[in-house]
Nanobody, 127 residues
Framework: QVQVEESGGGLVHTGESLRLACTFS????????MGWFRQAPGKEREAVSY????????RYPEFVKGRFTIAKHNANNTLSLQMDSLKPEDTAMYYC????????????????????WGQGTQVTVSS
């Protein structure tokens, strides 16, 4: 049984930082590509970063590029998201997700591709 434990959300001011983390158990962590998504009230879920199964290929949408950093720590089955220079528009519920990948370098951009999800952690950025 796969379990995902998310942590790290909170309330910060504009310009401050947060680090989110997800710890996975019950799967072979090295086999999975991963991503972070977010959903604000009244809006659709959107991707904020993707990473391949070995942690070398990382991609970001323009609105977080240069501010967010995704990392995959295969030694301890943890996925992280370092968020710097936070803005009020970053306020949302953040979710980690995992999908089995067949190849190194493969990453997935659609939430529909992902199999396992964290429970979500709230990030609130005040102006």
């Amino acid at each position: 049984q796969v379990q995902v434990e998310e942590s790290g959300g909170g309330l910060v001011h504009t310009g401050e930082s947060l680090r989110l983390a997800c710890t996975f158990s019950g799967l072979t962590f090295d086999d999975y590509a991963m991503g972070w998504f977010r959903q604000a009230p009244g809006k659709e879920r959107e991707a904020v970063s993707y990473i391949d199964r070995v942690g070398t290929i990382r991609r970001y949408p323009e609105f977080v590029k240069g501010r967010f950093t995704i990392a995959k720590h295969n030694a301890n089955n943890t996925l992280s998201l370092q968020m710097d220079s936070l803005k009020p528009e970053d306020t949302a519920m953040y979710y980690c997700a995992a999908v089995r990948a067949n190849n190194n370098g493969q990453y997935f951009t659609s939430s529909r591709d992902y199999t396992f999800w964290g429970q979500g952690t709230q990030v609130t950025v005040s102006s």
